[in-house]
């Protein structure tokens, strides 16, 4: 369950003020709401580069897809998501649970889908991400969630993927990051192998 009603955050990435802008946003952001974050990284060694995310990490449990599953606790907590990609990002997410992330963006993986799903605030601008669909759309997303039972990697459950992602296509509404983010966010197959076996299943619908 989540131990904090406090926004979740995107920093996206500028390449006028690199990484550690957006580190030391996020730590800000954290001490002021009193949160104390696991911290999610591609690897132990991109810390090294980021000085003040090297002394935020000490003491702190850090996870990386390397480690995950071999390190006690961290689960349910806030997390500080430091340069993901989709992999990255869904590991964050998983283990803060609810919990509120702040996401500090990589040069080379937008997160503003996430953003927008997640209505998260945007610490450069102080724009809160929000998304606007039709009903019609919202109910075309849930059916695709629906139809993920099994990840979307049985007969039932792609056949009905492509119908309704037909559905979308009729509407000019295909966008497959719009799909992904809608089920990293909003879906019950959240799961990095679920989001990637969907991502290329929609590629492939899309020729």
Not at 7 to 26: D, N, R
Not at 88 to 113: F, I, K, T
Not at 182 to 205: A, M, P, T
């Amino acid at each position: 369950m989540p131990t904090s009603n406090s926004p979740s955050v995107y920093i996206p990435f500028q390449p006028e003020f690199g990484y550690e802008k957006g580190v030391a946003l996020a730590i800000a952001y954290f001490q002021r709401e009193g949160l104390q974050p696991i911290i999610v990284a591609p690897n132990k060694t991109v810390l090294e580069f980021v000085p003040p995310l090297k002394s935020f990490a000490r003491g702190r449990t850090v996870i990386t897809p390397m480690n995950t599953g071999r390190v006690a606790g961290g689960r349910g907590n806030p997390a500080l998501i430091y340069a993901p990609d989709l992999k990255q990002l869904e590991l964050g997410l998983e283990y803060a649970r609810g919990n509120p992330v702040v996401v500090v963006e990589d040069a080379s993986y937008s997160c503003e889908r996430w953003a927008d799903e997640a209505n998260a605030i945007n610490l450069l601008d102080r724009k809160v991400h929000t998304v606007e669909r039709t009903a019609e759309h919202e109910e075309i997303l849930k059916a695709i969630d629906w139809a993920g039972n099994n990840g979307w990697s049985d007969a039932p459950g792609k056949r009905d993927l492509l119908r309704h992602l037909g559905k979308l296509k009729a509407h000019g509404w295909l966008d497959r990051d719009e799909i992904i983010a809608y089920q990293l966010v909003k879906g019950r197959h959240g799961h990095y192998e679920s989001l990637n076996r969907l991502s290329k299943l929609i590629d492939d619908f899309s020729g």
